[in-house]
């Protein structure tokens, strides 16, 4: 198998589980790789498989030394196809508004990137995301001939999608978890006669023998229905609607506590929101993983209230939603694209339109008021998760996809 490397945004990212997953499932399976990252990221907390990647990954400030002899060696060794690469970056990234910036700072990082990873044997190159890290992928093949795969998750797929065309027609491959991302890149690069085959749809996937179902909450009559959410505080992560439901159900006399789990900078201005409502809130910040399957365990249901931003920007699959369902927790979701090809309204989970509160809560009451449907939506998603989302059988796939293209 060829030697890889791995070109991530940044490392090691808290939110970033299923990355740090497929890498150690890759890594299980035989794939040899260096790590590199854009940013290094230096967070307070860590995920505990992270920290032997940490240590040994590939870090490069685009101002040093070597990051200013990569751009001499390279313009040594062909002028012109060094200046063709700075010409390409900046031709793929127009008309963006980061480009003019950010896009130099990649081009000198990736020449310093392709210098050392010829150094270290280095025969293909991955890319996780489809804009920053795929660039410098780009790049990479245009200064050194390594040639490149991408995986596009979200955002990078319906939010920023200047030149992703582009960075489709020259990758030997692309992954993406979600049919609706997947429709995107090909259509982008020219249609499935085009590049159809170089798209693949494969879900990241959990874990099962980590995710185990568990019997519902027995609730009593006067406690109040537990509702988690795990999700960055964003926007388009649709907390404010989230809260707003939390507020309708306590309205209709449904006594109700909500979780959340993420940190982002709409903690200060959802906390107000959540003290005018008169709500029962927790904030909970980030936690690891072993801490949010501790509050799935102890939730009635599990609920995302996303939608769709001004500037495109949507989830694709939840992967916390398919936790949930894997441990036979319920869903309450929105109907997005991505999401709606795992949660089937009243099959694996309850759909509300995307910013409807009173639609949510609607959904939430059900959750109540119907043991039986709740019983039946937590075996079917299970099923459901077992039969397209296992971790196992999913990483067995990239493995095969990144086995089968070829070396320099």
Request: with cysteine; charged share 25%.
């Amino acid at each position: 198998m060829p030697r890889y490397a791995v070109v991530v945004s940044r490392f090691p990212k808290f939110t970033e589980t299923f990355i740090l997953q497929e890498l150690r499932g890759l890594e299980a399976r035989g794939l040899d790789f260096e790590l590199y990252s854009i940013i290094h990221e230096t967070p307070e907390q860590m995920q505990p498989d992270a920290v032997e990647l940490d240590r040994r990954a590939n870090y490069l400030t685009w101002h040093s030394r070597e990051v200013a002899a990569a751009q001499w060696h390279w313009l040594r060794r062909s002028p012109r196809r060094y200046l063709g690469t700075w010409w390409t970056a900046l031709r793929t990234s127009f008309p963006s508004p980061h480009a003019l910036v950010r896009i130099p700072m990649l081009v000198l990082l990736a020449g310093a990137m392709a210098r050392r990873m010829e150094e270290q044997g280095v025969e293909r190159v991955h890319a996780h995301w489809a804009t920053y890290p795929t660039m410098c992928a780009l790049c990479i093949r245009h200064l050194s001939g390594i040639p490149y795969s991408f995986t596009g998750h979200a955002h990078d797929i319906f939010a920023d999608q200047v030149g992703l065309g582009t960075k489709v027609e020259g990758a030997d491959a692309v992954l993406t978890c979600t049919d609706h991302g997947r429709s995107i890149l090909v259509d982008l690069a020219g249609g499935e006669a085009v590049v159809g085959e170089r798209v693949h749809l494969v879900h990241h996937g959990v874990r099962l023998e980590v995710f185990e179902q568990l019997p519902l909450r027995q609730r009593s009559a006067d406690e109040p229905l537990r509702i988690l959410c795990v999700a960055a505080l964003a926007d388009y992560k649709g907390h404010r609607h989230l809260l707003d439901a939390c507020a309708e159900l306590t309205r209709r006399g449904v006594a109700n506590q909500l979780t959340l789990l993420g940190e982002g900078e709409l903690r200060s201005e959802l906390e107000a929101q959540a003290a005018r409502l008169g709500i029962d809130v927790r904030f909970l910040g980030r936690r690891p993983s072993a801490e949010v399957r501790e509050e799935l365990a102890a939730t009635d249901v599990f609920a995302l209230a996303s939608v769709q931003v001004e500037n495109g920007q949507m989830d694709g699959i939840p992967n916390v939603c398919v936790e949930a369902m894997a441990m036979g927790r319920p869903v309450v979701a929105s109907s997005l694209p991505g999401v709606m090809e795992l949660v089937v309204h009243e099959e694996t989970g309850l759909l509300a339109a995307p910013g409807d509160h009173r639609g949510i809560a609607d959904q939430l009451e059900r959750i109540v008021e119907d043991r039986p449907l709740v019983e039946s939506l937590v075996t079917k998603a299970r099923a459901l998760v077992e039969r397209e989302h296992d971790a196992a059988k999913n990483l067995d796939e990239v493995h095969r996809i990144l086995d089968s293209l070829p070396a320099r």
